[in-house]
């Protein structure tokens, strides 16, 4: 467990607490890209760090990430009118640029001095992997932007489902690197097969093992860690194990093992102490990863039926998050549809900001312990002067990734070799219902 003091070293990300200003050390995904797809189409609100911004695409295809209010008056930049390369504010006319340029200022005389003197926050931006991205820390330590893990290469497809959730970013962060809940919480979805691998059909993903009580190893390095939960197979388990290894790669982002079709992965971003952007991810080959509607049917994550046109969960605790009673006497473990559904009532309700004051901990949580203590002593040196986690020569090589393997028992999970998933032989190509489900 965390004394209160730890726990909010860790959480709190607002203003000039450490921790936001280390998670400002890294390249963020601000909203997604289809959020601002159209050139001069309607400015996004989108809220980082504590920080309120405003998301738009100019008449020239750039995209700008700028402080949400006019640096005139400090009106809604939201409202304002995207035009001629530049969101003019509606209360005074006053227009900037992506850069945060000040263009015109319509209520001042001609000869007036004062559009030399003003600058309105911008932050540097980039596209990638279906995300706009921004880097908001100070410009002399900006790194260049670097593909992630889960978007190495510009011919890989990526889907993402994206849902605001009313929580702090850390104990969302926690429940995507835990292995061991899924073998209970996500049990009537992730379901027990006499399968060589972990496999994905068209309505559940398989896994050959029914052991819920995984043994925990893990391996630290710079960029985060990565870790085993070996259980037993249904197949050989007296010569095998049944290897999955999930990759924490700081600051807030989870490599999660994949199927046999698809990579997974998560993004956490912390929109302030009590609200987390949570972005989950299916990534790999055309031919054998969803595409983004499926994928978001799939997880019950579509905007308009699950979320709302903010991408914030119709499922919420004051109605128990659709939960089905009647499914649940059925046999469904939970009752809720949709695993990240399962995952987020757990977030929800253990409040905005967890107490881990009082947790009682076990051997399955191995890798929250982990990520507590790294991520603490990684704030210590930060703070002392030495690089964030995960930057410069810490950040994460582009030959780790996350993986599943039975494998025998002798096999050391460090040094087996790995990949990510891709089109390796011919298989079927996805059909348009893939991962539907009515």
Known sequence: ??????????????????????????????CLREEVSEPDGAPVRSRMLGEDLVVF?????????????????RASLVLGRNEDCGLRCLYHGWK?????????????????????????????????????WAYMGPAETMPAFAPPAWAPTADARVSIAKVVLPCNWAQVLEGAIDSAHSSSLHSSD?????????EANEKNWLRPSTDKAPRMQVQRAGYGFRYAALRRPIKDAATHDYVRTTVFVAPSTALIPPNNLYNVANVNVPMDDTNTAFYFIAWGHPSQTPETESWRKFLRQTVGVDLDEQYRPLRKRSNAFWQDR????????????????????????????????????????????????????????????????????????????????IVPK???WRTHEARPVWLDKVQPTLEPSYLVQG
């Open 1 to 30: 467990m965390l004394t209160p003091q730890e726990n909010d070293l860790l959480c709190r990300v607002e203003g000039d607490a450490p921790m936001g200003q280390l998670i400002r050390r890294h390249w963020l995904p601000v």
């Open 410 to 412: 002798a096999t050391d």
């Open 190 to 198: 992730m379901v027990p097969a006499r399968v060589g691998g972990a």
């Open 326 to 405: 009647q499914a649940m006497k059925a046999g469904n473990f939970t009752g809720i549809t949709g695993f990240p559904n399962q995952d987020l009532a757990m977030w929800v309700t253990m409040g905005p900001i967890a107490d881990r004051s009082r947790d009682r901990l076990g051997a399955s949580d191995q890798a929250i312990v982990e990520f507590r203590r790294q991520m603490l002593e990684a704030l210590q040196r930060f703070n002392a002067g030495e690089p964030a986690i995960g930057t410069g020569a810490m950040a994460i090589p582009r030959d780790v990734c996350a993986y599943q393997a």
């Open 57 to 73: 695409r100019d008449t020239e295809g750039r995209v700008g990430v700028m402080d949400e209010y006019c640096p005139h008056r």
């Open 96 to 132: 900037m640029d992506v850069h945060g340029n000040v263009l015109e200022m319509a209520s001042e005389p001609g000869a007036s001095a004062l559009v030399e003197k003003v600058k309105h926050k911008a932050y540097p931006t980039h596209e990638w992997g279906g995300m706009v």
